[in-house]
Nanobody, 125 residues
Framework: QLQASGGGAAQPGGSLRLSCTASEFTLRYHAVGWFRQAPGKEREGISCISIFDSVTYYTDSVKGRFSISRDNAKNTVYLQMNRLKPEDAGVYYC????????????????????WGQGTQVTVSS
């Protein structure tokens, strides 16, 4: 079971760090992705990290502002979100991912295996 946490309210230009933890398995042996579902929109993949951290990927809307990382000792994957914009608001989910090629990281969201409940992020002044 995965659990996402760390959401909350932030002002435009602010920062939040989301955490994704696993209670019954070891995250270091899985690729992990972060997804976002904005109000009235479909859920979209925004960032992923491969097994052994060889590849990270960011969708264009968050590239240069968000950063995905792992802390294996804490069995946690983080999503550091900087320079937040109102359009970043939504429910954020983490999931373990199926295999994808390091040469095509944009395909990382194609398959997912385990999901956690989401964490809400609001961005407003």
């Amino acid at each position: 079971q995965l659990q996402a946490s760390g959401g909350g309210a932030a002002q435009p230009g602010g920062s939040l760090r989301l955490s994704c933890t696993a209670s019954e398995f070891t995250l270091r042996y899985h690729a992990v992705g972060w997804f976002r579902q904005a109000p009235g929109k479909e859920r979209e993949g925004i960032s992923c990290i491969s097994i052994f951290d060889s590849v990270t990927y960011y969708t264009d809307s968050v590239k240069g502002r968000f950063s995905i990382s792992r802390d294996n000792a804490k069995n946690t994957v983080y999503l550091q979100m900087n320079r937040l914009k109102p359009e970043d608001a939504g429910v954020y989910y983490c999931a373990t991912l199926g295999w994808f090629s390091d040469s095509e990281p944009s395909t990382c969201f194609a398959t997912s295996t385990s999901w956690g409940q989401g964490t809400q992020v609001t961005v407003s002044s």
